[in-house]
Nanobody, 117 residues
């Protein structure tokens, strides 16, 4: 059974940092495309970052580029999202997605990140 579990969210002041974790079981993180999305309050879900399984290339959403870094630890079967210089508009529920194929993907339950002024 596949499980995807995010952790590391919390309350942080603007300008601060957080690191989110996404631990997977039942599949291999390095063998699948892994991505982070977020759902800000009263807005649509938006793409944050992804890493391709075949070459490790990473892509970032325009609003987080230069501030967020996605990494992968194959030994721990976990991906991370290091978030620096957080802004009020980064407040959202952050979700991890594992894309196994075009018709198969798994999502975690989300972790809340709240940035205060």
């Amino acid at each position: 059974q596949v499980q995807v579990v995010e952790s590391g969210g919390g309350l942080v002041q603007a300008g601060g940092s957080l690191r989110l974790s996404c631990a997977a079981s039942g599949l291999t993180v390095s063998a699948n495309n892994m991505a982070w999305f977020r759902h800000p309050p009263e807005k649509d879900r938006e793409f944050v970052a992804l890493v391709y399984s075949n070459n490790g290339v990473r892509h970032y959403g325009e609003t987080v580029k230069g501030r967020f870094t996605m990494s992968r630890d194959s030994g721990k079967n976990t991906v991370y999202l290091q978030m620096n210089n957080l802004k009020l508009e980064d407040t959202a529920v952050y979700y991890c997605r594992v894309k196994v194929s075009d018709r198969s993907e798994y999502w975690g339950q989300g972790t809340q990140v709240t940035v205060s002024s």
